[in-house]
DNA sequence: TTGCATTTCAAACAACCGTATGATATAGTT
DNA sequence: AACTATATCATACGGTTGTTTGAAATGCAA
């Protein structure tokens, strides 16, 4: 990014923000050249094609994550529920981030929903770092030794964070003012995200925590 | 449907499996056609356009639907416990249905992933039901008053369901294979349908148990 | 200023999209 | 057999996609 001049940072940045927002297929050319102010072909000048374009975003999305800090340890063992905690408040602040921070991880949802198949690898690997690092928090909470149940209960957690990602067009387009839980005042307190983020780590330490009762009564 | 003939019928049912598989947009009246073996123009002459096919379709897929049977309360009031059980299992197989009656659902997350806001108040309708349906299972297990809370509850056991679909394409794809749950074989064998469910309903439970303690305790 | 490399731009390319047209084929009725 | 309504078909339309081209504009060194 370093070595772009200041047209070819313009389209890298407003391909993020569109590739975020509508993922490969729904952006075109001309949306991300009119939202930059360049001509069409200044695409194909600067990098060679859309897909290649895609490619330079993605990276670009990725150095710009913030949660590498409050995501990884810090070398001081904190209690493995705190960890859990930040875990999963880094995850759903990333979530709701709409700025350039949140980019990456919209785009990999737009990947993983409808796969280019572009950056199969790239992605892959970001994934399975990312479920390991809470493989080893669930460890040190529940001193489960089967990887098939940590794998369960990693799903288990992981999902009622992601889950926003998945409603947020609900909650964009208003598609139902029904649908829980963006359709009260509360939740538009400035609070909300917290409210959130305590209600989940609550949710995930029961679920955890009896399961780790089972197992010790033999289960 | 009975009032359609034959090529009308094939033409449905293709575009039900199309826009089920890719979504409104990726998919095709080419594609339809091919998979069907018409003609691109018998689309424009049965039905007037290709929002409409897809309207038209989408109300086919909901009446395939089976799990209504599965979710109806049938007068017998169960123990709360099993209307849990009960849901979330017909829940989890309607989202790993790949035939016919998960047409719908596989429907429903396209709409909300990338709306066409064709059919906004359709699948308002269908969600927010859905939503009531859990909500009262959740307030006769846990006796919670705050809608909010509620809502914040029905969220967590919602994703957990949910999130197979998220993953589909993970699996598809074999984006990875490295990613939980699917990568080892016990998830091949052909029970796992059941492991999941079980788990997903044994995590609920807990996580709704202790908030029930939580508020008896004065929480 | 002259000359050269870099950058911008309008215009056009082929391929695809959803849609429309009009001719042809088919089926059923008189 | 002749007529008519229905169904199917190849073909083309206007629009948009990603990409390419070649000329114009710009910046910079000699």
Redesign the interface.
Known sequence: MEDYNDTARRIVECACEAFAQK?Y??TSITDICSMAEVNRAAINYYFRSKENLFEKSFRHAVSLIQRADALNDDGSEKPATEQLKNYIAALIRSIFDEGPSGWFMRMV?H?????T?VS?DF??DI??QE?SRLDAIIVRLTGETD???I??????I???C??FN??R??RK?K???????FD?P?FQAENFLE??ID??Y??????????KTNMESGY
Not at 111 to 115: L, V
Not at 151 to 156: A, H, K, T
Not at 175 to 181: E, H, Y
Request: glycine share 4%; proline share 5%; net charge positive.
């Open positions: 993922g297929k729904e949802f990947e993983i929903f409808a796969p198949l199969k992605i892959s994934l399975s479920r990887i098939h149940k794998r369960l209960l990693n799903m288990s992981m999902s009622q992601l889950f998945t409603t067009n609900i387009y598609i139902s003012q029904k649908l829980p839980p009260r509360e409210e959130i209600h989940v609550e949710f995930c330490i029961n679920g955890l925590n009896i399961r």
